[in-house]
């Protein structure tokens, strides 16, 4: 493969947000087209009007850009083989159209929707299913049918679709770079429809034009597309043009509940599968995606390149970068793949960086008008990022480095609402002052010896966290400091005096 000839497309249609599978085809195509030193195209097939949904394709480009993969052309980037919206490339289409008319790979039909459901109820009542293919063509109402003369007045009166006609009783050979080998029998392929009766080129004519005419050399798509690949061949052929590479990716189960991960089960699901916020435009409710919930861009790139690609190497945590060097079609899965949120929030947890988590803790201690220096803070962070899966919960498992807690908890606070805790409080408050070296180090060892340390250990959590959870809470009385520790101690010895 020539190292500079590589050129592929990312090709979603206008139909709302990008789901996890739509998001997983972009980056496969991008981290192909960039291995490759190759070309990675947006094109937006919009030929379906009925299906449109205002924003998608806002949505589909800020999506994009939010996970740093960027087309190197296509829409809202312009390039060489513009338009990139199939909508504005309806002229094109039509030309192509008459060139298969004329050849004879297509052929005009006039059958109305009644027509053809009534046959649907025919075939149904035999318990078979209906398809507008070689073996009934002859008996339907098309210009297979009919007179030169025939024809031409039918065009001028009636509403036509145009149909693609499959040659039967061919074995179609099709390579697949993931699946390998497959024969399609052309029997068993129905005339499908190249333009609808609005003049309106199908995605079927309209991707295979466009695919051709921007030099797209592999097409990495949805598996849901396999099945129209032989028709797709089939095209390429009728129009004299070599067909691209095709690879079909797994689809993304869902791992709690069944089948696959679309936008039809999105309500069903109780994780996140849109990568950024969308607005439904009818409710104008919002849907939070991965970005709102607190996901690195690098961390759900990471965690959505390896759905269904083996990297072949032990680690699982790579940058962009090292996604780009190691990516091969040849590595991804046949098989379905199960989406996990645990493992994405693991993702999550080890892109983590300090800095980030620097910036945003600053942000947190000077909206409350608190002053620290850098050090502690990095020494806080330091000690806190095992415990974050996201970066927003830094706060709440280290607000108690920064001001004392605002309540205690209420089971354990009223259990040891007595006499005993408070006498045992005011000792330990006592060895505490008496200390020279306030370190995590010598508290250890000044209170393994003291009887009553389980318990004593879990008052000063309760004094200085407020709760009975945190870091080591040596660490956090050093860290603190003798003079703090000391002071949130005897407001501890107050509230509870208060209450008995
Ligand atoms: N417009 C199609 C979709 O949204 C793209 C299929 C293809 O990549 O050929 O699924």
């Known amino acids: 493969m020539s190292q500079h000839s590589v050129r592929v497309r990312f090709a979603p249609s206008p139909t709302g947000p990008l789901h996890l599978g739509g998001m997983r085809t972009a980056l496969y195509n991008y981290l192909f087209a960039k291995k490759h030193g190759g070309t990675f195209i947006l094109r937006i097939e919009d030929t379906d009007r009925k299906r449109f949904v205002e924003n998608s394709e806002s949505y589909i480009l800020e999506t994009l850009k939010w996970c740093h993969i960027e087309p190197d052309e296509g829409v809202g ?19 192509y159209i008459n060139k298969l008319l004329k050849k004879g790979y297509a052929y005009y039909a006039f059958d109305t929707d009644q027509d053809l459901d009534k046959k649907r109820k025919e075939y149904n009542n035999y318990g078979l299913t209906f398809s507008y293919n070689s073996r009934i063509r002859m008996n339907l109402n098309n210009s297979l049918t009919m007179t030169e003369k025939e024809l031409h007045d039918k065009l001028r009166s009636c509403s036509y679709v145009i149909r693609f006609k499959i040659e039967p009783g061919k074995k179609l050979k099709m390579h697949d770079i993931i699946r390998g080998n497959i024969i399609i029998d052309t029997d068993h392929l129905d005339d499908k429809i190249l333009l609808k009766s609005d003049g309106v080129a199908t995605y079927h004519l309209a991707h ?26 089939l095209l390429y052929r009728a129009l004299g043009w070599t067909p691209p590479h095709f690879a ?36 104008q409710i919002i849907i939070p995606g991965y970005r709102e919930l607190g996901y690195l861009p690098e961390a759900f790139v990471n965690m959505l390149a390896l759905l269904g690609w083996n990297p072949g190497v032990e680690r699982e945590i790579l940058s962009l ?108 408050k006592i060895l505490l002052y008496n200390m020279n070296q306030f370190t995590s180090v010598h508290l250890r060892l000044l209170f393994q010896k003291t009887k009553n340390k389980h318990k004593i250990m879990q008052l000063f959590r309760l004094a200085l966290v407020g709760v009975l959870k945190g870091i080591d809470i040596f660490i956090i009385l050093e860290m603190l400091g003798k003079e703090e520790s000391i002071q949130r101690i005897e407001k501890l010895i107050y509230k509870i005096k208060e209450k008995i």
């Open 77 to 95: 980037y312009g390039g060489p083989y513009s338009p990139y919206s199939q909508s504005k490339r309806y002229h094109i289409y039509r030309m």
């Open 208 to 233: 295979t034009i466009d695919d051709h005419l921007m030099k797209i050399t592999h097409v990495i798509r949805g598996e849901e597309w396999l099945p129209s690949t032989s028709l797709h061949i």
């Open 248 to 283: 079909h990716l797994p689809l993304i189960l869902n791992k709690n509940g069944k089948g696959k991960i679309s936008k039809r089960n999105t309500n069903s699901l109780n994780y996140p599968i849109y990568p950024i916020q969308w607005k439904i435009p009818k409710t």
């Open 321 to 428: 970068q090292e996604l780009i060097n190691l990516f091969s079609l040849e590595k991804i899965k046949k098989s379905g793949v199960y989406f996990d949120i645990q493992k994405a929030n693991w993702f999550n947890k080890k892109h983590l960086n300090k800095e980030k988590i620097f910036s945003f803790l600053f942000e947190e201690i000077k909206k409350r008008s608190i002053s620290c220096k850098k050090d502690y803070l990095c020494k806080v962070i330091h000690l806190t990022i095992d415990r974050i899966h996201f970066i927003h919960e830094i706060w709440e498992h280290s607000f108690y480095f920064f001001i004392y807690p605002s309540s205690y908890e209420a089971n354990f606070f009223n259990k040891i609402c007595h006499e005993n805790t408070i006498s045992q409080l005011e000792n330990a």
